[in-house]
T-cell receptor, first 116, second 114 residues
Framework: DTEVTQTPKHLVMGMTNKKSLKCEQH?????MYWYKQKAKKPPELMFV???????INESVPSRFSPECPNSSLLNLHLHALQPEDSALYLC???????????????FGPGTRLTVL | QKEVEQDPGPLSVPEGAIVSLNCTYS??????FMWYRQYSRKGPELLMY????GNKEDGRFTAQVDKSSKYISLFIRDSQPSDSATYLC??????????????FGKGTKLSVKP
């Protein structure tokens, strides 16, 4: 089973709202990722968690706040977003991070976020 | 110079055709190569991964890596309308502070006409 699940599938929020995106995997993977994908563009890396610790933050604005409560769960907390933050937010996981073949990343279906 | 180059297409072929999708990369230290398929408004789905030069086959799909030319390809035999999607090549960095990060090509949009 190579499934990564994400909820919700769609989210519409105002610029003053606070919301959270959730991601879950049960493959025993120890690395989890958040990506942002705009239309007709490849995914852009936002954050990497390795063994439940934040290891990479790609200079993402503080209105995006990641959290890894345990090895199977990954959250992305959203606050005071801008309309240009509207995108598909993808979660991915891999067996490990920077260990070669174990880096193969499996993606979830994404959350389509619209900021009004 | 971008690290991974991929022709964005679009590419349109008739059903049953052989499709060739290609990427080039600039850094000879890159080691792990993947192809993802992404249907419209869905997450990327891993199709193939390889780490050595040569061919790897899985059903109708063949991934080819030529490290000497820094060139990777995905071939789809007997293409089907259900293969219509965007195909992303991705390479794993294996050095420096970005070890383990995926570098994506722009993606090639493929349409297979019945």
């Amino acid at each position: 089973d190579t499934e990564v699940t994400q909820t919700p599938k769609h989210l519409v929020m105002g610029m003053t709202n606070k919301k959270s995106l959730k991601c879950e995997q049960h493959m025993g993977h120890r690395a989890m990722y958040w990506y942002k994908q705009k239309a007709k563009k490849p995914p852009e890396l936002m954050f990497v968690y390795s063994y439940e610790k934040l290891s990479i933050n790609e200079s993402v604005p503080s209105r995006f706040s990641p959290e890894c409560p345990n090895s199977s769960l990954l959250n992305l907390h959203l606050h005071a977003l801008q309309p240009e933050d509207s995108a598909l937010y993808l979660c991915a996981s891999s067996q490990d991070h920077w260990r070669g073949e174990g880096d193969t990343q499996y993606f979830g279906p994404g959350t389509r976020l619209t900021v009004l | 110079q971008k690290e991974v180059e991929q022709d964005p297409g679009p590419l349109s072929v008739p059903e049953g055709a052989i499709v060739s999708l290609n990427c080039t990369y600039s850094n000879s230290a890159f080691q792990y190569f993947m192809w993802y398929r992404q249907y419209s408004r869905k997450g990327p789905e891993l199709l193939m991964y390889t780490y050595s030069s040569g061919n790897k086959e899985d059903g109708r799909f063949t991934a080819q890596v030529d490290k000497s030319s820094k060139y990777i390809s995905l071939f789809i035999r007997d293409s089907q309308p259900s293969d219509s999607a965007t195909y992303l090549c991705a390479i794993t960095e294996n050095y420096g502070g970005s070890q383990g990060n995926l570098i994506f090509g722009k993606g090639t949009k493929l349409s297979v006409k019945p």
